[in-house]
């Protein structure tokens, strides 16, 4: 799909149209999903080389796979233009969704991070948040039409599995699974997610 850069007005008119199923396309989560977030940090979880994206037509773009991830797949189903990487925008951003995603980071802040800096969930939602209060009343004039926008865009996650394979596995770097036994990290990692899940702020108007 080719992407055309459009004014506020033309970016509004493009999420409205029939040709998407929705305005927009909110992606979050870990290697599974990052599009290239990760290439912008200090770290080495990077898929910035060959042969990842030897099948795609971008190449190389951070994505740890040979082409197309997921959440690709899934905008081009909804006729939206791929969520780019949030930290690779400069200036206002797309309306039609961005990817927050960080391959090695997880629900834990410490997960991951002997690799180098990555936006663990926590951090992922912050960003999130910041486009909210501080982009988004940019293109729209009143909560409610932000809420509308918001309640009608889709969001997609994948986290959790980094918190085992870079954290409670490995023995050699972490003592978390001398501190929890397997079910009470497991609720460990869910009292996490719901109290983050909690200050995503997905209707502004109340």
Avoid: W
């Avoid at 060959?50 to 040979?66: C, E, L, S």
């Avoid at 982009?135 to 599995?161: A, D, Q, R």
């Amino acid at each position: 799909m080719k992407v055309i850069k459009k004014t506020s007005a033309e970016q509004r008119a493009f999420i409205n149209s029939d040709s998407t199923a929705a305005p927009a396309l909110y992606v979050f989560g870990d290697s599974l999903f990052d599009s290239g977030n990760n290439n912008l940090l200090p770290t080495l979880a990077k898929a910035d080389f060959r042969p990842y994206g030897v099948n795609f037509d971008r190449g190389a773009t951070g994505r740890f796979t040979d082409g197309k991830i997921i959440p690709d797949l899934i905008a081009e189903f909804l006729g939206l233009p791929f969520s780019p990487p949030y930290l690779s925008i400069r200036g206002s951003p797309k309306l039609t969704g961005l990817n927050f995603a960080s391959a090695s980071c997880g629900i834990l802040p410490e997960t991951g991070n002997y690799l180098g800096k990555c936006l663990n969930f926590a951090e992922q939602i912050d960003l999130f948040n910041h486009t909210i209060e501080l982009e988004l009343p940019k293109h729209y004039k009143t909560s409610s039409e932000v809420s509308n926008y918001l309640s009608k865009s889709v969001f997609v996650i994948t986290i959790g599995s980094n918190d085992y394979v870079n954290n409670y596995l490995d023995s050699r770097l972490y003592d978390t699974n001398q501190r929890y036994d397997p079910q009470s990290f497991a609720g460990l990692l869910v009292d996490k997610l719901f109290l983050q899940f909690q200050v995503m702020p997905l209707n502004p108007a109340t």
